[in-house]
């Protein structure tokens, strides 16, 4: 089951994709957002196609892909979350998650442009695993009660402009990553007890050329140690996103040059499906 809206930029309908087959959420809700995740939404998604009480949307496939959760409070990242990323950055595996924040407005659709900030040329792709929160979340006990309080998962690109993010940044991370369009989303939420999450493929590629290519099992951090541990410093609301971290193979390691104007980036997650970006340059 995949968890998807549909339509133009902020008239996005909800909608979920059965067996190939697209049925519109209108009779259940008006979005996918945090109050819907937290009223049991994806059991009453469930139950309504169970009871065949969904219409077909029609021309669904002509319908622009907004991303997949509407307006998230909070969209938590986490830092150098693998070895091999943290080693291309010059930087030793943290001890403990090195978390910033994304503003929530950076979030877009899938296949929406991403735009290059006036003046920036240090602009840089990132595939990461989405958590997004279903229940709240405040001092979990355990990493194995944490579980229970996701919604799902998503593919999620977090963009980076790394002049921002290191030289101009005072040490916080956020001015790098809070341009407007750096976080694509999507294209669809698949329900967390349909994911095998630890053991999920993450690629990407730029014009066609694979730049990453790893698994989530890499993690240092695993999804359920971070939510407790994100939820003994904030409480994580449902609809709030969290970034896990990238793998290595970003232009950040020196291999490949950052992106500009023309490029476009494709990534994909296993059973997370696949979402491509055209970069643009932003316009003042």
Known sequence: ???????????ERPAVREDGVVYSLDPLTAEIDGAFLAADGVGRVRAALAAGALPVLDGADDLRVGAPVARPTAVVCVGMNYAEHAAESGSTPPDVPIVFWKHSNTVVGPYDDVLVPPGATT????????IVIGRRARYLSSPAEALDHV?????????????????VSGGQWSKGKSCETFNPLGPWLVPADEVD???????SWVNGEARQDSTTADMIFDVAYLVHHLSQYMVLEPGD????GTPQGVALSGRFPYLRDGDVVTLEIDGLGRAEQRVRDAVR
Do not use: C, F
């Open 1 to 11: 089951m995949q968890l998807v809206r549909l339509g133009p930029l902020g008239q």
């Open 123 to 130: 602009v840089d792709w990132e595939v990461e695993l989405g």
């Open 151 to 167: 919604a799902g998962y998503v593919l999620s690109h977090d963009v980076s402009e790394r002049d921002y993010q290191m030289k």
């Open 197 to 203: 999450v630890q053991n999920l493929g993450l690629r």
């Open 241 to 244: 996103l969290i970034n896990t």
